[in-house]
Structure formats: structure tokens, C-alpha cells
């Protein structure tokens, strides 16, 4: 009997953790949605529930960091990120991620060891040479302007 009582308890958890994924799942697709449709509020709100289920999910995290990055909460943003990099499979997303917050805060030389950082986890994944490439021409325009301000005192 108790064999017969334990085999029910294994099913019954089987079952109760299934039922939570569906729950995690199904809020992040509706994150998404939100996200698609420029809603970031409600898009935060749904992925905060998720948290709750799992704190340590990277889907999770790295979505919360785009709400906020989207919402101008750069800081927040990256904070995400990086809290994703501890539970990420695939940390070159996370490392482009913050390098394209700092590049939309004009952090060019942040930007740049960021995208650097992504390339490192893996060179074969073009966003990440994509964004270094943009921060790198910013910055060079940036020292051209500067030099060019500079020929006008001496």
C-alpha cells in the first residue's frame, strides 16, 4: 500500500511542478504580447508574477531588463542582465543586452567591453559584433568632433 501511496505522491508532484510551468509559461508569452504591443507596465506587471515563480529564470530576468531598458530604467535594465548572466545558458545575449544599454546611455567604452565580453562567450553571434561596431563608430566620431572643436583654440 505504501508503494502504491508514494507512486500517487511522485504523480501528484510530477503533475503540481507541469502545472507550474504552464502558469510560467503562459505568463511569458503574454509578456511578450505585451511587449509586441509597446505596453511595457503591463509587460513588467505579468513578468513579476512570473518572478515570484521562478527568481531564477533567465527568460524572466532578461525580459524584465528590456521592460525597464524600454521604459528608460536603463540601471534596473542592466541590473536584470546581470542577474540573468548567473542562470543563462547563452550569456552572449545578456552581455549584447547590456552593451546596448550603455550605448543608448552614450557609455560608449562600457558598450563596447560589454559587446566585447559577448563575443568572447560566443563569436559566431553577430549582434553582439553589430552593436560593437556601432559604439566604435560612435566613439570615433565623437574624438573626429572633438579634435575638430579643438583646431578652433589652437
Known sequence: ???????????????????????????????KEEYDRYDYKSGIETLEEAFKIDPQNPTVLRGLGCMKQFSGDYDTAIEFYRKALEFSEAQEVEYTLIGMAYYLQDKLDEAVENFNLAIDKNDNYTQAYEGRNQAMLENHVKILDLQESLKKYF
Do not use: D, Y
Open 1 to 31: 500500500m505504501s508503494e502504491e501511496l508514494n507512486r500517487l505522491k511522485e504523480i501528484s508532484g510530477f503533475f503540481r511542478r507541469m502545472n507550474t510551468k504552464v502558469k510560467l509559461l503562459t505568463l511569458i508569452t503574454k509578456a
